[in-house]
């Protein structure tokens, strides 16, 4: 496991969180259909993604590693930089996501990502639904997943 640290995201992380992004959709999901240039995700992130509800970030000395974007109980991003896959530092973002929300969270996934699906129901996540892609702008097939703290 890496020792990082996790804090709030500031505007100064905007670059580092919006290129950390793009990189880890390219690894663990570059089979996808894409819906927008890297430029525009790197964008849509900052403008959007980051001014909503609240993200945190894990620090490994003066990198930024990891994200995680709350918004309410939804889970709406968690990314992780390739290469810090299996080490713990999603599951210390999922953890401040359960203090934030400590009742319950939810989440949408891509049913042909298994390495997330395999993450979220080792932290408790249950498969409530499966989507056909009509209402996710990729198109893939998902799956929507809740945690309920007293199902723990």
């Known amino acids: 496991m890496l020792t990082v640290s996790i804090r709030e ?30 430029d525009e995700d790197r964008a849509w992130i900052k403008s ?6 609240i993200t945190w970030v894990a620090h490994l000395q003066d990198q930024v590693v990891g994200f995680l974007a709350l918004l ?8 992780l930089l390739p290469g810090v896959y299996r080490q713990g530092v999603g599951s210390k973002l999922l953890e401040m ?4 929300s ?3 969270l939810h ?17 408790g996540f249950k498969a409530k639904r499966f ?10 097939p998902d799956v929507y997943y809740e945690w309920h703290s007293t199902c723990e």
């Open 97 to 100: 996501a359960k203090q934030a």
């Open 107 to 123: 989440l949408y996934t891509f049913q042909s990502n298994a390495r997330a699906r395999a993450f979220y129901e080792a932290h």
């Open 9 to 38: 995201a500031t505007i100064a992380d905007d670059d580092d969180i919006a290129d950390l992004y793009v990189a880890s959709r390219a690894d663990a999901l570059g089979y996808l259909h894409r819906v927008r240039s890297d």
């Open 102 to 104: 400590p009742e319950h």
């Open 131 to 140: 989507g056909d892609g009509t209402k996710n702008e990729e198109k893939e």
């Open 72 to 79: 309410g109980s939804d889970v709406d991003q968690l990314y």
């Open 48 to 53: 959007v993604v980051l001014r909503r509800g």
